[in-house]
């Protein structure tokens, strides 16, 4: 099925375990996104990556790294997980142009870390 | 720079009355306009997207919103709610001229519906 995957779903790690998210689309998108859910807070923006092989921080990137080797996949790095990161992470990847723009939005992760 | 503000953090209707989810923004260039539902421990659905064609947009399940530049605007509704609404809402604002950057998204508002 066309869309975005997002994986793991759920996890949990011990203050200081590093951990990837993994996130892939097959829609031949330029744009991908990184954000974080937290109630009361909305979605804040981590990193994006506006084609392949480039990436900007967004709002809350401290804490995280990113990468975009190929079009398709764009993982999210957490290297020494903290409390604060417990949150659900939604990857996200663009269509746009002037009548057509749309955004897709993978099913999320929830991590906890303890 | 950009930005969104969903100006109530919870609405609490009763079912068959209408529904208002008001949201503001701020943009520097022509902005496209997206609402999301968000559903208890599920993923972002679209709802609908303004892109500078018609200021009414028709959405899914009933939804509209209307863009209005001159109030900076792009408020949420649906006439009639119905149980299945109780859920999330984001508003969302893009610059066209800036396409491959990034988006932001408002606080949420939360949607109790009564019976």
């Known amino acids: 099925n066309a869309g975005v995957t997002q994986t793991p779903k759920f996890q949990v790690l011990k203050t200081g375990q590093s951990m990837t998210l993994q996130c892939a689309q097959d829609?031949?998108?330029?744009?991908m996104y990184w954000y974080r859910q937290d109630p009361g807070m909305g979605l804040r923006l981590i990193y994006y990556?506006?084609?392949?092989?480039?990436?900007d921080k967004g709002e809350v990137p401290n804490g995280y790294n990113v990468s975009r080797l190929n079009k398709r996949e764009f993982s999210l790095r957490l290297e020494s997980a903290a409390p604060s990161q417990t949150s659900v992470y939604f990857c996200?990847?663009?269509?746009?142009?002037?009548?057509?723009?749309?955004?897709?939005f993978g099913s999320g992760t929830q991590l906890s870390v303890l | 720079a950009q930005s969104v503000t969903q100006l109530d953090s919870h609405v609490s209707v009763s079912e068959g009355t209408p529904v208002l989810l008001r949201c503001n923004y701020s943009?520097?260039?022509?902005?496209?306009l997206f609402w999301y539902v968000q559903h208890p421990n599920k993923g972002l659905q679209l709802l609908l997207k303004?892109?500078?064609?018609?200021?009414l947009v028709k959405g899914i399940n009933g939804f509209e919103a209307e863009f209005k530049k001159s109030e900076t605007s792009f408020h949420l509704t649906k006439p009639s709610a119905h149980m299945s609404d109780a859920a999330e809402y984001f508003c969302?604002?893009?610059?066209?001229?800036?396409?491959?950057?990034?988006?932001?998204f408002g606080g949420g508002t939360r949607v109790l519906v009564k019976p």
């Open positions: 303004y892109t500078s064609a018609a200021t």
């Open positions: 990556s506006a084609s392949e092989g480039t990436t």
């Open positions: 969302v604002v893009s610059d066209m001229r800036t396409a491959g950057n990034k988006l932001t």
């Open positions: 829609m031949n998108h330029n744009s």
């Open positions: 943009s520097s260039y022509s902005p496209s």
């Open positions: 996200a990847s663009r269509e746009y142009g002037h009548l057509n723009e749309k955004l897709f």
